[in-house]
T-cell receptor
């Protein structure tokens, strides 16, 4: 596997479910990101991790909980989501956190019923 | 408040024509302006980027034009091909702090044969 991988690619969950999204980067990068992509809206940065430490949390509701056990893996734990949380969730990585090129995974398409 | 405004929302171009996508920003602290290309089912991928010390950057058929005084930048795709059909995002970031890219809303380009 090369680049940035994300699993699952598609997820349907009810509002009371708990699920997790997984991201893995095989690029030897030190920074990882979660973005939310909704139709006709700009990509929204959710979280940034640099060397496993969270450096950004852009006012994301607590029903989204990130976890970064090491520089290669990033999780997004989901619980009691709302239908408006339905979107494409993208993971990205970069060598560092200062204007470095970000490499994106294919995303997880999430539908909350 | 949207930091980067992108237009048009969608664009249809004949094969061999020139595709032009425009972006505008307000924050004069921005000093890095990348363009990302996204195909269906894939994450965005860096296409080309520019810094404000130059007014133009060309890579193959892709050119960024940058107008610092007008706070605008644009992507030109010369000799557009059906394989260029994708969604294009402009973005901007500033040198200080974490790697926070502010994205435009995207332009869906369709190149017809």
């Amino acid at each position: 596997e090369t680049g940035v991988t994300q699993t699952p690619r598609h997820l349907v969950m009810g509002m009371t479910n708990k699920k997790s999204l997984k991201c893995e980067q095989h690029l030897g990068h030190n920074a990882m990101y979660w973005y939310k992509q909704s139709a006709k809206k700009p990509l929204e940065l959710m979280f940034v991790y640099n060397f496993k430490e969270q450096t950004e949390n852009n006012s994301v509701p607590s029903r989204f909980s990130p976890e970064c056990p090491n520089s290669s893996h990033l999780f997004l734990h989901l619980h009691t989501l709302q239908p408006e949380d339905s979107a494409l969730y993208l993971c990205a990585s970069s060598q560092g956190v200062r204007q470095e090129t970000q490499y994106f995974g294919p995303g997880t398409r999430l539908l909350v019923l | 408040q949207q930091q980067v405004k992108q237009s048009p929302q969608s664009l249809i171009v004949q094969k061999g024509g020139i595709s032009i996508i425009n972006c505008a920003y307000e924050n004069t602290a921005f000093d890095y302006f990348p363009w990302y290309q996204q195909f269906p089912g894939k994450g965005p991928a860096l296409l080309i980027a520019i810094r404000p010390d130059v007014s133009e950057k060309k890579e193959g058929r892709f050119t960024i034009s940058f107008n610092k005084s007008a706070k605008q930048f644009s992507l030109h795709i010369m000799d557009s091909q059906p394989g260029d059909s994708a969604t294009y995002f402009c973005a901007a970031s500033m040198g200080s702090g974490a790697n926070n890219l502010f994205f435009g809303t995207g332009t869906r380009l369709t190149v017809i044969p």
